[in-house]
């Protein structure tokens, strides 16, 4: 007898290979991709590790601090190029030695920059630069786990982070320095380096991602003639990732860059602001790992808001039409960014945006996951929201009222029922007579549907009535003719024995 | 004929509608109190029979369960002097007792639900025992003549009146105003017959119908009410009804909601969106890359680094040469900045320096 537990046969590419009861946490009941990983992954991945044609030996160099003034600069520079040096670390016990000379040596060069002044020297800034982009630049490793689901899965550090780390902390040094200077740095920090700078965000270690994030804001404002360039690669990335790839780690960095950015806009807004705004940012909405960076998201968007209050329309009939139809994660969180817009809206905004938004509120309201309901339902407890709502009240409550009714007496979950009992209360204190209007005219409603209902009812009684008659007499008429076709069969035989009789 | 008895029943309802009348001092009573006191105070009691119509409403009951209950209310009020933090209580026990009375079996919510929906603080076994007492006091009497008894005598007698079909009492729309005036303690004071009469003829009068006013007077005069009175409680009625016609919304008191979410949707709340950003704000100068903008377009980001040598970033300092010379302007923010060196550096007030340092000491920031 085959056990009722076991799986059916699948073939070795279908989903539910290696598949397993999901946790009680997971509230939809498809499997989640991750679970498919039934082999272990290797805990570190490295960027290629490039083998240099000479391998150069380090020898350590006198410290900075005790070098006299005169050689300061020259030192510098030596350090900076044996920094040019790179290791391999996925083999820990190769060269740690040399590894260690380098380490110091950067940790020297980060204190340097930090706590001297007058060490950036003009000759200094293309040896600083060529370290950093010799140590960063490199091709990204592909992803260990092809189906990496940022909130689920540890991400892949980078194993050469040890030295790394210095080499960031001392870019982010040298920026912040105050004896930088932008007129310099510009020669070599250019918009091929800052290609690279950007490609560099897609790298899986959230750690790096941190200081390329924090480089990058500085780069943009100190260096004022790559701004556009920057802006303008922003939006290619977000655009790959939005219709092509679906793939990028960095966008919630970048994003918090372009809050940053947004916040300092002048007035009144540039259209090339504007089209940014229409075409990257709401589209952006759409991607499916929406949670990962959807907290910077809706700051960014609703900073434009504050910005320029004509940009409202475009950016909630872009959300309408972006709705999420199937995921209810993805729902909840554009209904917490509706909320956070409300917020700050301005009331002849409101009443432009008010009917289509307040449909889609109308039907999230009777969803039947009942979280997009409570968090729709909660908006009436927020004040401003509900003083919006009081000075359209003739326009929002029938939008709303038939559903409000409707899932009153339907749905199965009795938070929401008590949540709605308060939303009613709210509009009933707010216009009774309004409120008593509609409670009329729906229940003439309810009645006429149960007319119908019953008049549909009647009438396949109705019919089956008549089908039942037909069958009835088409039996009655068989029936009739078989009785006259025996009687005259046996009158035939009764004459056809008379006949022989008489004979 | 039809008339005949209905005109019939409105004396026998007559003559029984005292019965069914609060007290007329104890209602006097309730109005002096003041709000805050221990005793029932007449906005407590508005305020109480206002959300017996929210319950009423949302539960889908009737309008006669409504008034039935506000006129248990009203009776054992005018009667009995009660603390006002027993007000809920009372009012639900009557609401449900009203709803056993007047409601189908199967329509009948339990005492649970009624609680919980109307966030009250009491139990199942308390509002048992103030039901019991409820009965107790008033005798059983619960099928009570009130206005909406008359009311719809009222509109049968209009009705069964051939003469005029073409002129339309909506019994609706009267119960809904006569709702509103049960929502004022001044009108359980009145006679349910007399209060409907009166909101038969204001409504008559809306209506502009001679026929209708003329079935109406000969009500007055069968039931033999005074004049005096019917124009009192008229004008009484009359402005009630344009408080609650009028188009402006009130305000809700929003404060006496319990909103209460489950844990999920709580946990979602909390994490605010609206968290400070880590990062400064960085200005954008009104002059700022306005060439940079179409030169950066002919470049090709790919081999030679050509854009530093280019007009791309033609302003590299915050202040181009040629400006150099005047005051700092306002609008860019930087407060600081000194004009006299040759080059400018970012103040060190925004604070770029301690997220450095909180950078130096980050292992794994997730």
């Given at each position: 007898m085959e056990t009722p537990t076991k799986l059916p046969p699948s073939s070795p590419s279908s989903p539910t290979t290696g598949f397993s009861v999901p946790s009680a946490e997971k509230v939809d009941g498809f499997p989640r991709r991750s679970m498919r990983r039934a082999r272990q992954r290797r805990s570190h991945s490295s960027s290629q590790f490039r083998y240099q044609s000479s391998q150069v030996e380090l020898t350590p160099l006198p410290l900075l601090k005790d070098a006299p003034v005169a050689e300061l600069h020259d030192l510098f520079c030596k350090k900076l190029q044996q920094c040019c040096v790179l290791f391999d670390f996925l083999d820990c016990v190769a060269d740690l030695k040399g590894k260690e000379i380098k380490r110091a040596a950067l940790n020297e060069l980060v204190e340097s920059v930090a706590t001297s002044r007058g060490v950036l020297i003009e000759p200094l800034y293309p040896e600083a630069i060529k370290m950093i982009s010799v140590n960063i630049f490199r091709t990204l490793p592909p992803s260990e786990n092809p189906e990496f689901d940022p909130e689920e899965d540890e991400p892949a550090l980078e194993a050469s982070w040890p030295h790394l780390q210095l080499v960031y902390e001392f870019f982010l040094r040298f920026l912040e320095s105050p004896d930088f200077q932008p007129s310099l740095a510009k020669r070599y920090v250019d918009q091929k380096f800052v290609l690279q700078l950007l490609e560099l965000f897609d790298s899986e270690d959230?750690?790096?991602?941190?200081?390329?994030?924090?480089?990058?804001?500085?780069?943009?404002?100190?260096?004022?003639?790559?701004?556009?360039?920057?802006?303008?690669?922003?939006?290619?990335?977000?655009?790959?990732?939005?219709?092509?790839?679906?793939?990028?780690?960095?966008?919630?960095?970048?994003?918090?860059?372009?809050?940053?950015?947004?916040?300092?806009?002048a007035l009144p807004l540039k259209s090339e602001h504007k089209q940014f705004l229409v075409r990257v940012l709401i589209p952006l909405h759409t991607a499916k790992s929406l949670s990962i960076f959807h907290a910077q998201l809706a700051y960014c968007v609703v900073q434009f808001m504050e910005k320029d209050a004509t940009v409202t329309e475009h950016i909630i009939r872009g959300l309408l039409r972006y709705w999420p139809k199937t995921c209810t994660q993805k729902e909840v969180m554009f209904l917490g960014e509706i909320e956070e817009i409300l917020d700050v809206i301005e009331p002849s905004q409101f009443i432009r945006v008010q009917e289509p938004l307040f449909k889609q509120i109308s039907a999230c309201i009777s969803s039947p996951h009942f979280q997009v309901a409570e968090r729709a339902l909660y908006f009436w407890n927020n004040e401003y929201i509900l003083s919006l709502i009081e000075e359209n009240c003739q326009v929002i409550l029938p939008l709303v009222f038939g559903t409000l009714y409707r899932v009153s007496k339907e749905h199965w979950n009795q938070t929401i029922i008590s949540l709605i009992y308060n939303v009613l209360k709210t509009f009933m204190e707010m216009n009774s007579k309004l409120f008593d209007d509609l409670t009329a005219s729906y229940k003439v409603e309810k009645q006429k549907e149960l007319k119908k209902e019953r008049e549909r009812n009647e009438l396949w009684r109705n019919l089956e009535d008549l089908h039942e008659r037909r069958l009835q007499s088409l039996t009655e008429a068989s029936r009739n003719q078989k009785n006259l076709q025996e009687r005259e069969n046996t009158t035939k035989s009764q004459s056809e024995t008379s006949a022989a009789n008489t004979t | 004929m039809e008339v005949f008895k209905l005109l019939k029943e409105l004396k026998s309802n007559l003559e029984l509608?005292?019965?069914?009348?609060?007290?007329?001092?104890?209602?006097?009573?309730?109005?002096?109190?003041?709000?805050?006191?221990?005793?029932?105070?007449?906005?407590?009691?508005?305020?109480?029979?206002?959300?017996?119509?929210?319950?009423?409403?949302?539960?889908?009951y009737?309008?006669?369960?409504?008034?039935?209950?506000?006129?248990?209310?009203?009776?054992?009020l005018a009667m009995m002097k009660v603390q006002s933090k027993h007000l809920a209580c009372l009012s639900i026990g009557c609401l449900h007792i009203a709803v056993r009375v007047t409601e189908d079996e199967c329509n009948v919510s339990s005492s649970h639900e009624l609680i919980r929906i109307s966030q009250s603080k009491f139990t199942v076994s308390d509002l048992s025992r103030m039901e019991k007492i409820i009965s107790e006091k008033l005798n059983f009497q619960f099928k009570a003549v009130t206005a909406l008894t008359f009311l719809h005598l009222y509109h049968?007698?209009?009705?069964?009146?051939?003469?005029?079909?073409?002129?339309?009492?909506?019994?609706?729309?009267?119960?809904?105003?006569?709702?509103?005036?049960?929502?004022?303690?001044?009108?359980?004071?009145?006679?349910?017959?007399?209060?409907?009469?009166?909101?038969?003829?204001?409504?008559?009068?809306?209506?502009?119908?001679?026929?209708?006013?003329?079935?109406?007077?000969?009500?007055?005069?069968?039931?033999?009410?005074?004049?005096?009175?019917?124009?009192?409680?008229?004008?009484?009625?009359?402005?009630?009804?344009r408080e609650y016609s009028s188009p402006e919304c009130a305000k809700p008191d929003h404060k006496k909601l319990m909103w209460i979410v489950s844990r999920r949707t709580a946990q979602n709340l909390h994490s605010n969106y609206r968290c400070i950003p880590e990062l400064p704000t960085i200005p954008e100068g009104a002059w700022d890359e306005s060439e940079s903008e179409d030169s950066s377009e002919d470049l090709s980001s790919g081999e030679e680094s050509l854009?530093?040598?280019l007009g791309s970033d033609a302003e590299g300092l915050y202040f181009p040469s040629n400006f150099r010379s005047r005051a700092c302007r306002p609008y860019l923010g930087f407060k600081n900045i000194s004009l006299t060196s040759n080059w400018f550096s970012v103040p060190n007030n925004l604070n770029y320096t301690t997220h450095t340092q909180k950078m130096a000491n980050s292992q794994h920031v997730l």
């Open positions: 959230p750690r790096e991602r941190e200081y390329l994030k924090t480089i990058l804001h500085r780069v943009y404002g100190k260096l004022l003639g790559l701004r556009a360039y920057i802006r303008k690669q922003i939006n290619n990335i977000f655009l790959r990732f939005i219709y092509e790839t679906e793939r990028f780690n960095g966008v919630a960095e970048l994003l918090e860059i372009l809050g940053s950015i947004i916040n300092g806009f | 509608e005292v019965h069914y009348l609060p007290k007329e001092n104890g209602l006097s009573l309730i109005e002096s109190t003041t709000i805050g006191g221990n005793g029932v105070s007449a906005k407590g009691r508005d305020d109480q029979v206002e959300d017996l119509w929210s319950l009423t409403s949302f539960f889908g009737s309008t006669q369960t409504f008034v039935l209950a506000v006129n248990l209310l009203d009776r054992f049968a007698i209009a009705l069964s009146h051939k003469s005029n079909r073409k002129d339309f009492l909506n019994l609706e729309k009267l119960e809904a105003q006569l709702k509103a005036c049960l929502c004022r303690i001044v009108f359980s004071k009145a006679k349910p017959s007399v209060l409907a009469l009166s909101l038969l003829m204001l409504e008559i009068e809306a209506l502009q119908s001679a026929d209708l006013l003329e079935i109406a007077h000969r009500i007055q005069a069968h039931l033999k009410i005074s004049k005096a009175d019917l124009a009192h409680w008229r004008g009484l009625v009359d402005q009630c009804m854009s530093s040598s």
